[in-house]
């Protein structure tokens, strides 16, 4: 199995920053808009689908399948560079919205299209968050 990733710490936005805090509790969280029923994901402040602003924040299962996937083997850029060869994945999560990841925990050759994953978080240092303080991690799957 290949060295695990140093994930470089997320950028959180005022849309984003409830969907890291989440991942910061080992909680996947997505959004649902309050009006058309729609889950989304990447967080946002209005709904995708119909442009309501009722949109809600809810813990999603974490389960998922891997949708596609590639075998990077080539990337010099710290801290990837450290963790070739690595999984880069999209999942089709169990609410609905395809995620960017990366497929962790297993040898990246028996990663398969179609396979059953699980959310599993890397905790990062966010110790320079400043006052709004928090904790933040990098959601990524494992195989169920
Ligand atoms: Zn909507």
């Known amino acids: 199995m290949p060295p695990d990733f140093e994930h470089p710490k997320p950028a959180a936005s005022w849309e984003t920053r409830a969907y890291w805090e989440g991942c910061g509790r080992h909680e996947l969280v997505l959004q649902r808009c309050d009006d058309c029923g729609s889950v989304q ?3 946002r402040a209005i709904c995708a689908s119909c442009l309501s602003s009722a949109v809600s924040h809810f813990v999603a299962s974490g389960r998922g399948r891997v949708y ?3 075998i990077t083997r080539q990337n010099g850029v710290p801290p990837f560079r450290d963790a070739l060869p690595y999984v880069l994945a ?4 169990e609410e609905g919205p395809r995620l960017m990841t990366n497929i962790v ?8 299209i179609g396979q059953e994953v699980v959310v599993d978080f890397q905790d990062v240092d966010a110790s320079d968050l400043g006052e709004a303080g928090g904790s933040f991690a990098v959601p990524r799957f494992r195989p169920a």
């Open 41 to 43: 994901h990447r967080p």
């Open 68 to 70: 596609t996937y590639t």
């Open 90 to 93: 999209y999942v089709d999560l």
């Open 105 to 112: 925990g297993c040898d990246p050759e028996e990663v398969s």
